[in-house]
Each structure stands twice: as C-alpha cells, then as structure tokens.
C-alpha cells in the first residue's frame, strides 16, 4: 500500500509474539498509532490487538470501544493492560 507517506502515522508501536513459556500456543498481535484526520489535522490514539488464547481468539480494537490502559517497555520486559 503506498501513501507517499501524505497519511503514515507520525508515532506507532507494533508488537507480535508467540513466545509465552507457560502458555505454548499463545500468540500475542497489538499495533498502537497516533492516527492523522484529514479534518484541521487532528491527531488521536488508536490501536488493534488480539490474543490467540486456548484456541480462542480475543480481538481488541479503538473502534470497538476496546480500552489500551498501560504500557510499559524496558530492556527486559513489557506490560500491557488492555480492556474489553
């Protein structure tokens, strides 16, 4: 997809990760921005994610009502809090 970067989100994160050592089979997707309107160039926050859990999938997504309520990166682990 291309946009010329006119419309490429100015901050994002994106996190994916099937490596839980207690939970084997788990997969973890999550994408945060800071999403551009072509209206007066306002900015908002947003994100998708979901969690393949026990053979089932758990999505959470901005337009969905879906909450993201923490995150904390370090060199040695990250901490998500997300709401449904």
């Known amino acids: 997809e291309k946009d010329f970067g006119r419309s490429f989100p100015s901050l ?3 996190i ?4 839980f050592r207690n939970n084997p089979g788990t997969s973890l997707f ?3 921005a800071r999403i551009s ?3 007066f160039g306002l900015e908002f926050p947003g994100f998708t994610a979901a969690v393949w859990h026990d053979k089932e ?3 959470f997504a ?12 370090s060199s040695e682990k990250v ?3 997300m709401r449904s």
């Open 12 to 14: 994002w994160i994106w």
């Open 16 to 19: 994916q990760t099937n490596s």
């Open 30 to 32: 999550v994408s945060l």
């Open 37 to 39: 309107t072509p209206i």
């Open 57 to 59: 999938l758990i999505p």
């Open 62 to 73: 901005t337009w969905s009502g879906a909450k993201f309520e923490n995150l904390s990166i």
């Open 79 to 81: 901490f998500m809090a």
